[in-house]
């Protein structure tokens, strides 16, 4: 298996993953600021000052080896702009698995975008790292992460009902995963 792994960049056809940098401040502030992109992640619209923190963090994160170390790399479009985040979490190196999560600006949904950069990290996943399961966890009134999901080939496993207290209201939470045989079939 290769863990522990250091990040490196990731090419596709559409994007780039790679490190969040200092000068993408504005560019992340745009997008963890904005309701929509917010509306279902665990989060509020944040404050520039905010940003500034998850930024430094999530920039020193690029190492996997232990269960909860995460990448949090930034999606680039062909003129090396950030279009959005990836997030990629190493939940169980015992059962070789991790979670993946996506966030993107609005102006640059509709494209693939999403899909490629999952699917880079899932190709990462699946051949570099050795995983054997990946999972996404989302909220089922969120149809764009869910048709991303599906497009990837990740099966529904289940919904936990009224799982969490959301912004103000039960919230169901709705389990997806691909497996690694699935990933290659
Ligand atoms: C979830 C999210 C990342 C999905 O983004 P997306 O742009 O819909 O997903 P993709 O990048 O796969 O793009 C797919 C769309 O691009 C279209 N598309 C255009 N060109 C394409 C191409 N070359 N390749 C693939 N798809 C293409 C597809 O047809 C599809 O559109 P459709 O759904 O109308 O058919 C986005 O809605 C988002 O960031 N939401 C806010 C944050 C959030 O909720 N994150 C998830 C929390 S669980």
């Not at 869910?146 to 496993?157: D, I, K, S, Y």
Request: aromatic share 10%; net charge negative; with cysteine.
């Amino acid at each position: 298996m290769g863990l522990p792994w250091d990040f490196h960049p990731l090419d596709g056809r559409l994007v780039r993953l790679d490190l969040l940098r200092p000068d993408d401040l504005a560019a992340l502030h745009e997008l963890q600021s904005d309701p929509e992109v917010c509306r279902y992640l665990l989060y509020e619209p944040r404050s520039l000052e905010k940003v500034a923190e998850v930024l430094e963090r999530d920039a020193a994160a690029t190492r996997l080896a232990e269960p909860d170390d995460y990448v949090q790399p930034a999606i680039r479009d062909a003129s090396g702009c950030l279009v959005g985040t990836m997030y990629f979490r190493l939940t169980s190196v015992d059962d070789r698995t991790a979670e993946i999560g996506w966030a993107l600006m609005p102006r640059a949904q509709g494209r693939g975008y999403a899909r490629e950069a999952a699917s880079l990290l899932l190709d990462l996943a699946f051949g570099e790292l050795g995983l054997h399961r990946v999972y996404a966890e989302l909220d089922p009134r969120n149809e764009a992460s869910v048709a991303l999901c599906l497009r990837l080939g990740m099966r529904h496993e289940g919904q936990f009902l009224e799982h969490m207290w959301f912004k103000g209201e039960w919230a169901d939470t709705g389990h997806y995963a691909v497996l690694e045989r699935e990933w290659r079939g």
